[in-house]
């Protein structure tokens, strides 16, 4: 069973950093992509970076420059380095990997649990 873990989120103040991590363990063969979501309340939720296999990279226009996506093949872990945070990044943050299950020839995506931050003064 795969399953996505979370961790980092928190309250910081405006212009602070705040680092997330998402770990993906069980019995995983591979992994395509893993993105980073968020959802503000009363909003859909929305893409805010995505890295591929090979390590192209997306980023949601609002958070360039200001936030990346590095991340540890080797641990199945990826990082949401958020920098210069503003009160409109405050949402709940969500893992998201598309990843083929040992064991499957098919892909299929998984959601992490999700992870509040909140950024204010």
């Known amino acids: 069973q795969v399953q996505l873990a979370e961790s980092g989120g928190g309250l910081v103040q405006p212009r602070g950093s705040l680092r997330l991590s998402c770990a993906a363990s069980g019995s995983i063969f591979s992994i395509n992509a893993m993105d980073w979501y968020r959802q503000a309340p009363g909003k859909q939720r929305e893409l805010v970076e995505h890295?591929?296999?090979?390590?192209?990279?997306k980023y949601k226009d609002s958070v360039e420059g200001r936030f990346t996506i590095p991340r540890d093949n080797a641990k199945n872990t990826v990082y949401l380095q958020m920098n210069s945070l503003k009160p409109e990044d405050t949402a709940v943050y969500y893992c998201y990997a598309n990843l083929v299950p040992s064991g499957s020839r098919l892909s299929r995506g998984y959601w992490g649990q999700g992870t509040q931050i909140t950024v204010s003064s």
């Open positions: 890295i591929s296999i090979d390590g192209i990279t």
